[in-house]
């Protein structure tokens, strides 16, 4: 096979032609897979436009070279698709899962999602995976036959489901949800239509969660140097870091620091997509699985770092929690963001009169249902937008500088 050309479909990936199909059935596209209508549905969602102007760590107003939550999710995908082509996934499917796997975060980060999650704690709390659930089978409203975006059953399978199972057999909440439970949005989806909690997500899903992280430890690593939130000569601590500098340095011994800081992460970026390629290679080679549904099945991910580059990814998660996100500036902002959304919360439980016409719900609706649509309108906001409300009900509001 030629360098840089993608190896046949395997066995194990998604079929669009065999998908479970979507809950309203459509008539299939003449030019378009299943699962690439699925992508395109969610670049034209509002949802999507709107990560433009919500924060990754940076709120949206600091400077135009941070990411978004946007810019965020395009890295991911680019990543995302690079492991699909080398393993012979469906990469539109993993494009997708990809670009979708934000929609449901709310402003600010995952400062806004804490908040909401206090705000919304008697009514089920918040959670970005669940939100992202409800966007795209409710909140978004673009189609005149269905409320959502109509995605197949493996592209909510994937969102649902790409950390892994939710659930035990039997039904009783695991990992993540042991503590909590499953989220309700996705409980109370799953009560009419089976996303099978219990299983493994496919592979498509495992590999965007993946780039996930691979994507926000590169440019976490590449923003906090902008921001003068730690120097290039402090993140020597970490090996792998040390190594590729020590690699760089030696090639290009005059480089400027903005060269060097952008070869770094590119190299980083590249040999995190190796390892995780060759780890799921060799998990592939020790279990082949002879369909998806194998995958499914599987006691254990497929996709995952080796040993080694899960202790070094640790490493880097470590440093980055201590000197960027737990950084006093950082701290100071989203500190000051979650006052912001507990303060609109707030305002729109007390004086409903206060949401847009079409967030005030029916007169008969529950207490529950009526403080989760009040949610639902939070988590849509983008920070400007979150910010120009809270100034227009308050007579102060932060800066967030």
């Not at 934000?102 to 995976?129: K, S, Y």
């Not at 009419?192 to 976490?220: P, R």
């Not at 991910?301 to 202790?311: I, V």
Request: with cysteine; net charge negative; proline share 5%.
């Amino acid at each position: 096979m030629a360098v840089g050309m993608a190896p046949p479909r395997a066995a194990f990936a998604c079929d669009p032609d065999c998908s479970r199909g979507r809950q309203l059935a459509e008539p299939p596209s003449r030019t378009r897979s299943a699962f690439r209508r699925d992508c395109d549905r969610v670049i034209h969602a509002a949802a999507f436009r709107r990560l433009k102007h919500k924060t990754q760590v940076f709120v949206f107003h600091e400077g135009d070279h941070y990411r978004t939550r946007l810019t965020h999710s395009l890295e991911v995908a680019q990543i995302a698709r690079a492991i699909a082509r080398q393993l012979g996934l469906d990469e539109d499917l993993t494009e997708a899962l990809a670009l979708a796997h934000d929609l449901g975060h709310p402003p600010f980060g995952h400062a806004g999602e804490r908040a909401l999650d206090d705000c919304l704690r008697e009514f089920g709390g918040f959670d970005h995976n669940a939100q992202t659930l409800r966007v795209v089978t409710s909140l978004e409203r673009r189609y005149p036959d269905f409320d959502g975006l109509n995605l197949t059953w493996e592209s909510l399978e994937g969102i649902v489901k790409h950390n892994g199972p939710l659930t035990a057999r039997d039904g009783s909440p695991i990992g993540r949800c042991r503590k909590t439970g499953v989220p309700i949005g996705i409980a109370e989806f799953v009560s009419t239509y089976d996303l099978a909690l219990s299983t493994f997500a496919s592979l498509e899903a495992q590999v965007a969660a993946l780039a996930d992280d691979i994507a926000y430890n590169a440019h976490d690593i590449d923003d906090g140097l902008r921001a003068g939130l730690f120097k290039a000569a402090e993140l020597d601590t970490i090996p792998l870091i040390a190594e590729i500098s020590d690699t760089i340095g030696a090639r290009y011994p005059r480089l400027d620091e903005g060269r060097r800081a952008a070869a770094l992460v590119r190299e980083l970026i590249s040999r995190l997509i190796g390892d995780v390629v060759e780890e799921i290679q060799r998990r592939l080679s020790k279990s082949p699985p002879g369909s998806v549904d194998d995958v499914r099945a599987h006691s254990e991910p497929y996709a995952a770092f080796s040993e080694r580059m899960a202790s070094q990814e640790k490493t880097i998660k470590a440093f980055l929690y201590e000197r960027m996100y737990r950084h006093e500036r950082v701290v100071q902002i989203m500190g000051e963001a979650q006052d912001v959304l507990r303060d609109l919360f707030s305002v729109y439980v007390g004086n409903p009169r206060q949401l847009p016409p079409e967030w005030g719900g029916s007169p008969s609706a529950s207490e529950a249902d009526r403080v989760r649509r009040i949610g639902d309108f939070i988590a849509g906001m983008t920070d400007r937008f979150a910010l120009t409300e809270h100034a227009r009900i308050f007579k102060s509001t932060p800066d967030l500088r």
